[in-house]
T-cell receptor
Framework: NAGVTQTPKFQVLKTGQSMTLQCAQD?????MYWYRQDPGMGLRLIYY???????DKGEVPNGYNVSRLNKREFSLRLESAAPSQTSVYFC?????????????FGPGTRLTVT | GENVEQHPSTLSVQEGDSAVIKCTYS??????FPWYKQELGKGPQLIID?????GEKKDQRIAVTLNKTAKHFSLHITETQPEDSAVYFC?????????????FGAGTRLAVHP
């Protein structure tokens, strides 16, 4: 049981390049989330998927797109990277039922845009 | 929308002392308040949470208190140990069905000195 996995761990992009961050969970969770973490700002929600087949914007969606590929996988795409998107990105998942609301986080992807 | 403020941003204590971290929130609709611990190079991990129908919750050396009227909640760690050193985040969420959109505070870096 690996929990939440993210690839890659590190990435350097040039301004204008595109890339996709991958996330997968093996806990049969319904809900998945993408956050970014910047110094002094905590974690901010970019997009989330309450259940397979649905996605919604979070606090800071501009410049990003997401795909809920299936119940296990939730990807985050940067179409044209900008230096302001330099950050650590975390994927998380949760059961998605009223039974528990704990979110389980992956180890993060450290992205630098030059 | 919801805004969560967290204080202090850094906290240094001696081993065995208590540590208190405080958060305030703005949206009276928020009814779920988790605390996450993030160790260096890892994703955040839930350590305790509280719902708005409860004023206090304890789990061994950690406790959380909630004052709905004042819209603030606090994390209390007693008998601190070096392994408690980490960044702690509070969050608030208006639960909507089974999933939750967490709004995080900026974090508190706790250092416990032997």
């Amino acid at each position: 049981n690996a929990g939440v996995t993210q690839t890659p761990k590190f990435q350097v992009l040039k301004t204008g390049q595109s890339m996709t961050l991958q996330c997968a969970q093996d806990m049969n969770h319904n809900s998945m989330y993408w956050y970014r973490q910047d110094p002094g700002m905590g974690l901010r929600l970019i997009y989330y998927s309450a259940s397979e087949g649905t996605t919604d914007k979070g606090e800071v969606p501009n410049g990003y797109n997401v795909s809920r590929l299936n119940k296990r996988e939730f990807s985050l795409r940067l179409e044209s990277a900008a230096p302001s998107q330099t950050s650590v990105y975390f994927c998380a998942s949760s059961d998605g039922t009223a039974r528990t609301h704990e979110q389980y986080f992956g180890p993060g992807t450290r992205l630098t845009v030059t | 929308g919801e805004n969560v403020e967290q204080h202090p941003s850094t906290l240094s204590v001696q081993e065995g002392d208590s540590a208190v971290i405080k958060c305030t929130y703005s949206d009276s609709a928020s009814n779920y308040f988790p605390w996450y611990k993030q160790e260096l190079g890892k994703g955040p991990q839930l350590i305790i949470d509280i719902r708005s129908n409860v004023g206090e919750k304890k789990d061994q050396r950690i406790a959380v208190t909630l004052n709905k009227t004042a819209k603030h909640f606090s994390l209390h760690i007693t008998e601190t140990q070096p392994e408690d050193s980490a960044v702690y985040f509070c969050a608030a969420s208006p639960l909507s069905g089974g999933y939750n959109k967490l709004i995080f505070g900026a974090g508190t870096r706790l250092a416990v000195h032997p």
